[in-house]
C-alpha cells in the first residue's frame, strides 16, 4: 500500500437504522482523528431514505434486491444467500474502484451479521474490523449459544442461567428472544455466525464502553481482540469535540421536531414521561391499548412516539380525547433532542441497545418494556445491574397491563426508591462522556485502532 495516502476505512452496515446509526458515528470519530471514511449501504437500504448524512463520502453495494431489499425477498434466508453472493461480488467492484480513483482502502469495518465480509477483505490484502452493534453482554451470550456451551431453551422458565464471565444469574425471560424461542432459530444462526470466522479478523469493536461491562469484558477479552468504542452518540451529546456532529444524519422517518420541542418547552422540568418502542417493533393491539389507559392513569404528561403504520392500534377516541397538555402523539421525533430536554422525567422504551445508550448517555431513568431480540438482555442490565430503570412485568398473555404501567412509571417519577435510579443514571451519564472525552476508555481505543491505520496505509 503506498505510504502517500493516508488511513482510508470502508464501513459496510447492515441495512438497518439500528445498525447504520452507530457504526456512522464510528465512522465521523475516525473521519475527526484525520481517516478517510466511505460508508457504503446498500442501494435498496438508500433508497428508504429521508435523509442523508453530509459529513462522509457515500457509495453503494448491491444486496441483489436492489427495489425492495429484504421485503423483495421470499425468505430470510434467500434474503442472506443473494446478499453474499451479490454483495461479495459488487464490494469487490466498490473496492477496485476506489483504489483506480486514487483513493485505495486498507481497512474494511463490518458489520458481523455480514462475516463474508471477512474474505473479501483478506483477498483485497485489506485490514478487517468487525463492529458488534449490540452489547459485550448480549454477544457473550451469542458466542456460548455459538460454541453450545449455552444450552437453550431451558427446562423450566424460571431456571438460573449461568454466563461464563457475566456473575448476575439470568433466567429464561433475561436472555435475547431467537435463543428461547424455535421460531426465531432461522435468526439465531445469523446471530451465532456472527462469530464463525473473528478468528481471523484484526480487531473487534463494541458499541458500549469498559466501565459500563467491565466484567463480561474483561472475560471475552481473553478470547478476542476486543476493544470498546462507545457510546456511538452524536459528540454534541457527550464530550462536544466535533462541534458539527448534532445528528446522526440518517433517517428512515421524518421527525416532527418542532411539534415535540415547542410542546415540550411548554412542561415542567422532569415531568414528561417520553415513550417510544424505536423504528422496528410491533406491539399488539390490546398491549397499545393497555400502555394508552396506563399513561393517562399515571397523571404525568406524556409524548409519545406512535408510528403510522402503528397509529389504528390505538383505542378508539383516544387521540380525541387527549387534550394538548396532557400528551402529544407523534409519529416520530428527534430522540436526542427530547431525552436532552430538562422536561423529560423518564423514558419508557423497548430497550432497544441504541435507545437504551441513548437514555444512559443523557442522564433519563427508564421504565423497559422488552419486546424481542436483545431488548430482554439489556432490561435485565438496566434494572438489576447497571440499577438505573425498572422492568415492567407480563401477564400470562405477555401484556404489560396498565396498573403495572402506571405503578412503575411512580416508581421511577415520583417514590422515594425512584431517587436512587436517578442518582444512579446521573452517574452514569458523566461516565459515559468521560468515556470519549480526550484520555477516556474509548477514546483511548479509537486512538490506537487509528495509530494501527496510519502504520500500515
Request: a negative charge; proline letters at 5%; one cysteine or more.
Given at each position: ?41 446498500t ?6 431514505m429521508?435523509?442523508?448524512p ?18 423483495q ?19 469487490s ?13 486498507n ?10 465480509v471477512v ?45 461464563p ?44 464502553f ?33 462541534h ?42 390490546e ?9 393517562k ?14 397509529e ?15 400528551g ?47 431488548q ?16 415492567a ?11 403495572i ?11 422515594e ?14 461516565m ?26
Open positions: 500500500m503506498s505510504t502517500s495516502h493516508k488511513a482510508h476505512c470502508l464501513i459496510l452496515p447492515y441495512p438497518f437504522q439500528g445498525h447504520i446509526n452507530p457504526m456512522l458515528q464510528f465512522s465521523k470519530r475516525l473521519q475527526s482523528k484525520h481517516v478517510e471514511i466511505t460508508i457504503a449501504p442501494k435498496s437500504f438508500l433508497k428508504k429521508k435523509e442523508l453530509t459529513s462522509v463520502s457515500i457509495e453503494a453495494i448491491s444486496d441483489g434486491y436492489d427495489d425492495g431489499g429484504i421485503d425477498a421470499k425468505t430470510y434466508e434467500a434474503y442472506l444467500t443473494r446478499f453474499k453472493e451479490v454483495g461479495s461480488d459488487t464490494l467492484q466498490l473496492i477496485q474502484k476506489l483504489e483506480n480513483s486514487g483513493c485505495p482502502v481497512c474494511i469495518v463490518y458489520d458481523p451479521f455480514l462475516p463474508w474474505e473479501v477483505a483478506k483477498k483485497f490484502g485489506l485490514i478487517s474490523a468487525a463492529f458488534f452493534t449490540q452489547n459485550c453482554t448480549v454477544d457473550n451470550i451469542y458466542y456460548h449459544v455459538h460454541k453450545g456451551v449455552i444450552k437453550l431453551p431451558p427446562t423450566q422458565n424460571d431456571e438460573k442461567i449461568l454466563i464471565g457475566f456473575s448476575c444469574p439470568i433466567e429464561a425471560s433475561d436472555v435475547p428472544t431467537f435463543v428461547i424461542y424455535p421460531e426465531g432459530e432461522r435468526i439465531l444462526q445469523v446471530l451465532v455466525n456472527q462469530f464463525s470466522n473473528l478468528d481471523k479478523v484484526d480487531w473487534i469493536l463494541i458499541n458500549s469498559y466501565e459500563l461491562e467491565k466484567e463480561v469484558i474483561d472475560w471475552m477479552s481473553k478470547i478476542y481482540p476486543i476493544k470498546t468504542i462507545g457510546p456511538t452518540i452524536p459528540s454534541m451529546y457527550l464530550d462536544k469535540r466535533l458539527d456532529d448534532k445528528e446522526y444524519g440518517l433517517s428512515i422517518f421524518k421527525p416532527m421536531t418542532n411539534e415535540c420541542l415547542n410542546w415540550l418547552n411548554h412542561q415542567p422540568i422532569s415531568s414528561v414521561v417520553y415513550v417510544s418502542f424505536g423504528s422496528l417493533a410491533k406491539l399488539e393491539a398491549q397499545m391499548e393497555e400502555l394508552a389507559w396506563g399513561l392513569n399515571s397523571n404525568n404528561n406524556f409524548l409519545w412516539v406512535v408510528r403510522s403504520t402503528e389504528s392500534k390505538l383505542p378508539k377516541n383516544f387521540l380525541e380525547e387527549l387534550t394538548i397538555e396532557k402529544l402523539v407523534v409519529s416520530w421525533c428527534p430522540q436526542l433532542q427530547v431525552l436532552e430536554h430538562e422536561s423529560i422525567g423518564c423514558f419508557l422504551t423497548h430497550c432497544g441497545w441504541n435507545s437504551t445508550l441513548e437514555s444512559i448517555s443523557m442522564g433519563v431513568p427508564m421504565v423497559a418494556i422488552p419486546q424481542w431480540t436483545d430482554p438482555t439489556n432490561a435485565k442490565l438496566v434494572k438489576d445491574v447497571w440499577e438505573i430503570g425498572v422492568r412485568k407480563q401477564d400470562e398473555k405477555g401484556i404489560v397491563r396498565r396498573e404501567i402506571e405503578e412503575y412509571i411512580k416508581l421511577v417519577m415520583e417514590e426508591k425512584g431517587k436512587l435510579i436517578r442518582e444512579n443514571a446521573k452517574k452514569w451519564k458523566e459515559a462522556r468521560n468515556v470519549v472525552d480526550e484520555g477516556g476508555s474509548s477514546d483511548k481505543n479509537i486512538e490506537e485502532f487509528v495509530s494501527k491505520l496510519v502504520t500500515i496505509s
